[in-house]
């Protein structure tokens, strides 16, 4: 026999979502009055299912601690594979070690290697995604899925439509990264013309940790650290 359901009607989903704004706000409110406190920070995006044994797990550890010996803080999403080798590799050079947490259905829980008082959970991706956006001072983004390349076009499209100031956005591994730049130049540019050329400008590809952390001294000879918005 079917299971007769309630639905909310209209009113109470309205009532709800009057109350959840109080949320919402308290997660901003925490965000902001943490990551306000760190300084200069980068964020590190990957796969949250990259092994310890994998050559980009290594390469993302690497690359904490070169931006942690270089006096930038490392933020990630505060969970395993990529996230956890940066927090990793920040964490034993003695730096700073940053995880936005977020609660998910599989996948997610936090790495060992955040500094206890700089860990943060929230509720909401949005909320999550305006943290990373403005306290970074750079992207770098390893290989990974949805997440990463949610992360990746946000940070783009703000960029591209003057919503917050430049930085440097770094794609690491030209093997896995290569097919998507050149799509985006073959297909958004040259077949269809829905983005501008100076728009490719705003991706640098590498393969090494020393790249990165050139592209970043590089960009900040030129410009302040400073949040984005």
Excluded at 63 to 81: E, F, H, Q
Excluded at 108 to 128: A, G, L, M, T
Excluded at 162 to 178: A, R
Aim: a negative charge; glycine letters at 10%; proline letters at 4%.
């Amino acid at each position: 026999m079917k299971k007769e359901r309630n639905p909310k009607n209209w009113n109470e989903v309205k009532t709800n979502d009057s109350w959840a704004i109080f949320k919402i706000m308290g997660e901003f409110v925490n965000g902001y009055e943490k990551l306000s406190k760190i300084g200069p920070c980068v964020s590190i995006f990957g796969s949250a299912r990259t092994k310890p044994d994998d050559k980009y797990y290594q390469l993302a550890e690497n690359i904490a601690k070169n931006l942690s010996d270089n006096g930038y803080g490392v933020i990630t999403g505060g969970g395993p594979g990529i996230m956890e080798a940066a927090n990793k590799g920040a964490y034993n050079a003695g730096g700073t070690s940053v995880g936005l947490n977020i609660e998910l259905p599989f996948e997610q829980h936090d790495n060992p290697y955040i500094d206890s008082d700089k860990s943060i959970d929230f509720d909401y991706f949005f909320v999550r995604k305006v943290m990373f956006v403005k306290y970074s001072q750079g992207f770098v983004v390893m290989p990974g899925g949805f997440g990463t390349l949610d992360e990746l076009f946000e940070a783009i499209t703000l960029i591209q439509t003057h919503k917050i100031g430049k930085f440097p956005i770094i794609l690491v591994g030209k093997k896995f990264w290569s097919g998507l730049v050149d799509w985006i130049k073959e297909t958004l540019l040259d077949s269809h013309n829905n983005i501008s050329k100076e728009d490719l400008n705003l991706l640098n590809i590498v393969d090494t940790e020393n790249e990165v952390i050139e592209i970043l001294n590089d960009f900040y000879e030129k410009y302040n650290l400073e949040p984005n918005f």
